[in-house]
């Protein structure tokens, strides 16, 4: 059992930039997928970005280019830097991990969750 817990979370103006850390309560970032997902009020949550077990890193459309993925291994710590920040980026952002048995991080290895950190662009 993986307990998350996300930080950094606010409101920043257009174009402004954030950075988001989650604390794992275990070492599981270097074995583990590790990601950032985000959910806005009547959406569905979307992936945002993702290490996986290998340290591939992959970006959504909506966001590569702006933010920038990365861990602590040390601290059993995973960051997101958002920049350039848009209104559309109004989430709230959750950190997850998985095991994955194939080194492929599907939606469904996502198996543990923190609570969130609200993100709000204006």
């Known amino acids: 059992h993986v307990q998350l817990v996300e930080s950094g979370g606010g409101s920043v103006q257009v174009g402004g930039s954030l950075t988001l850390s989650c604390v794992a309560s275990?070492?599981?970032?270097?074995?583990?997928?590790m990601g950032w997902f985000r959910q806005a009020p009547d959406k569905e949550r979307e992936g945002v970005a993702g290490?996986?077990?290998?340290?591939?890193?992959s970006y959504a459309r909506s966001v590569k280019g702006r933010f920038t993925i990365s861990k602590d291994h040390a601290k059993n710590t995973l960051y997101l830097r958002m920049t350039d920040l848009k209104a559309e980026d109004t989430a709230m952002y959750y950190c997850?991990?998985?095991?994955?048995?194939?080194?492929?991080?599907?939606?469904?290895?996502?198996?543990?969750w923190g609570q969130g950190t609200q993100v709000t662009v204006s």
């Open positions: 997850a991990t998985g095991f994955s048995a194939d080194g492929y991080c599907y939606t469904s290895t996502y198996n543990y």
């Open positions: 290490i996986d077990s290998d340290g591939t890193i």
């Open positions: 275990e070492d599981t970032i270097g074995r583990y997928c």
